[in-house]
């Protein structure tokens, strides 16, 4: 695709609930990041890929928190026994320093909602 | 952990009013970006810089990157409507590494 995709772009839960969300980086690239965006707040930074391999993963806030990409390219963030404090934007970016460009493209987010 | 600190937290400007923004951090970065964030959408880059000293202009956006690698202001030339959003400071210690987000600075343009 022309950018990067997130899906689902909204998501309502119930407090415990599970939630998984997907990233759809730009074809190519090898780089791929989570970031977390608090209500009126920046972007702050959960965990970075480069390729399949999670090269760090210090910013997941706790170990509810689980990221995978397993073949690459796709990415799943998944968030277990969901709580309100996770309400926010959720937003992927990807770079592809190798091919070149090292600018972070972002996708528009999902919103989660714990209720 | 690294924070930067940006201001100022809003602006209430008329059109076609210059737009002066900057961030500092307390610690160094070798690259500094100034994103653009509209409403349900992810940041956009405006600007990167990755010299120290180094002044870069994208349209009627002019950035610097200050010499003590610790700040970097944003101005923006001759405002429009469609310049109204929230901009973000953001520094990287390497290239392809996580990127440190400021606060935002919120830019209304009255009518």
Redesign the interface.
């Known amino acids: 695709g022309a950018g990067?995709s997130q899906s689902p772009r909204y998501k309502v839960a119930k407090r415990g609930q599970d939630v998984a969300l997907r990233c759809d980086p730009i074809s190519g690239h090898v780089?791929l990041?989570w970031?977390q965006q608090a209500l009126?707040?920046?972007?702050?930074?959960l965990t970075?890929f480069q390729n399949e391999a999670q090269l760090?993963k210090s910013?997941l806030p706790s170990d509810r928190f689980f990221a995978e990409r397993p073949e690459g390219s796709v990415s799943t963030l998944k968030i277990q026994r969901t709580q309100q404090e996770d309400s926010a934007v959720y937003?992927c970016?990807s770079?592809g320093?190798v091919s070149g460009t090292?600018?972070?493209?972002?996708?528009?987010?999902t919103r989660l909602t714990v209720l | 952990g690294q924070q930067l600190n940006q201001s100022p937290q809003s602006m209430f400007i008329q059109e076609g009013e210059d737009v002066s923004m900057n961030c500092t951090s307390s610690s160094i970065f070798n690259t500094w970006l100034w994103y653009k964030q509209d409403p349900g959408e992810g940041p956009v880059l405006l600007i990167a810089l990755y010299k120290a000293g180094e002044l870069t202009s994208n349209g009627r956006l002019t950035a610097q990157f200050g010499i003590t690698r610790k700040d970097s202001f944003l101005n923006i030339s001759a405002s429009i409507p469609s310049d109204v959003g929230i901009y973000f400071c953001a520094g990287q210690l390497d290239r392809d590494d996580k990127i440190i987000f400021g606060k935002g600075t919120r830019l209304h343009i009255l009518p």
């Open positions: 990067v780089s990041f970031y009126g707040q920046g972007p702050e930074f970075y760090d910013g937003l970016a770079s320093l090292d600018t972070q493209y972002f996708g528009p987010g």
